[in-house]
């Protein structure tokens, strides 16, 4: 649960639990609750659909966290309503290693393409706390995000409480790459970049910057009603520029290796879980031909080999393509 301030949660329950204004979305959040029944705790959804980033790309799946109280059930709950040709015995087995589990649901009828992020309640609880074992909650939470679904009034509650920990947690990654004087914008956009640098993504440099974009006008009063909080905290102070805050503390020399460190097993983390999605992620060839093409701004064609044995054939050529992209714009 979160300990951040009362400004924070005030402004992050104000926009998560706000109406969407697209219909099929709200339709198969729908849909997903009926089929799953009891299995399901919660839909969240997040990233550059939810910003408005992708909107005008019709292959943009939908980035949804799909919370559930135990993995077996969930996927054995989609198998039965036909949303999943994958085994939920090994869906449940894989899903254990390294959470979330990446997932595709197509709902018959629907345009919405579901990329779920399944992962145990008890798991993103911790995962958006200061137990976490990785960046890969925190990372997409801080940012615009809707509860689509929750079981009930109890659970909103404290999905909530989650989504503002994960948005008061950017103060302690963050920290060290802060400049000396920042508002509210500054703060988020800083936050945002360093993020980004510090994961293993498909995106080009530059990525950072068209996200904050995107999503600037809502995410400012989300860090102003943060830095408020650590104002009232003791934590930063006013600067002498209107609306401008310091930190009361410098980062110290400690402070920054640990947080790279953090960043850097994250990584190792992220790269390990991808192994899982060829197991959990129904047509992933294809999807990350579509994200790497939409990225890139160029094709990438896969030859007759590499699509008959991607595993031992396409998966160097996705790890040069990592690299290459994640060497841009890394956080010193």
């Known amino acids: 649960m979160s300990s951040a301030g009362a400004a924070l949660r005030e402004a992050v329950a104000a926009r998560a639990l706000s109406p969407g204004d697209d219909l099929a979305l709200d339709e198969v959040a729908e849909r997903l609750a009926v089929a799953a029944g009891g299995t399901l705790d919660g839909l969240i959804f997040f ?20 919370i559930v109280g135990a993995y077996r059930p969930f996927y054995e709950a989609m198998s039965r309503a036909g949303l999943s040709g994958k085994g939920p015995g090994a869906l449940s087995l894989v899903s254990h290693w390294l959470p979330p589990t990446q997932y595709s649901l197509r709902l018959e009828g629907s345009p919405v393409h579901v990329k779920g992020s399944v992962i145990r309640t008890d798991t993103f609880h911790r995962e958006t706390s200061r137990r976490r074992h990785d960046h890969f909650c925190i990372g997409r ?5 809707r509860i689509l679904y929750a079981r009930d009034e109890d659970t909103r509650a404290a999905l909530v409480d989650d989504l503002t920990s994960a948005h008061a947690a950017t103060w302690q990654w ?44 809502e995410q400012t009063p989300v860090f102003e009603a943060l830095l408020s909080d650590l104002a009232a905290s003791g934590e930063v102070v006013p600067a002498p520029r209107m609306r401008s805050w310091s930190a009361v503390q410098s980062v110290g020399d400690m402070e920054a290796l640990r947080l790279k460190l953090y960043f850097r097993r994250s990584m190792a983390r992220s790269t390990a879980r991808w192994l899982k999605h060829v197991v959990s992620f129904e047509g992933w060839v294809d999807y990350l031909v579509r994200k790497a093409n939409r990225h890139a701004g160029e094709p990438h064609e896969l030859s007759a080999r590499e699509r008959r044995w991607p595993l031992v054939f396409l998966w160097p050529r996705v790890f040069r393509y990592l690299r290459a992209r994640n060497r841009e714009g890394r956080a010193p």
């Open 174 to 217: 963050s920290r060290p790459w802060l400049p000396s004087v920042f508002d509210a914008g500054e703060y988020g956009r800083n936050a945002l970049v360093v993020s980004m640098s510090w994961e293993v993504r498909p995106e080009p440099a530059g990525r950072a910057e068209a996200l904050w974009a995107a999503q600037e006008k």
């Open 141 to 145: 939470l801080f940012q615009p995000s």
């Open 47 to 66: 990233g550059s659909r939810r910003t408005g980033a992708a909107r005008s790309n019709a292959f943009s799946a939908y980035d949804l966290f799909v």
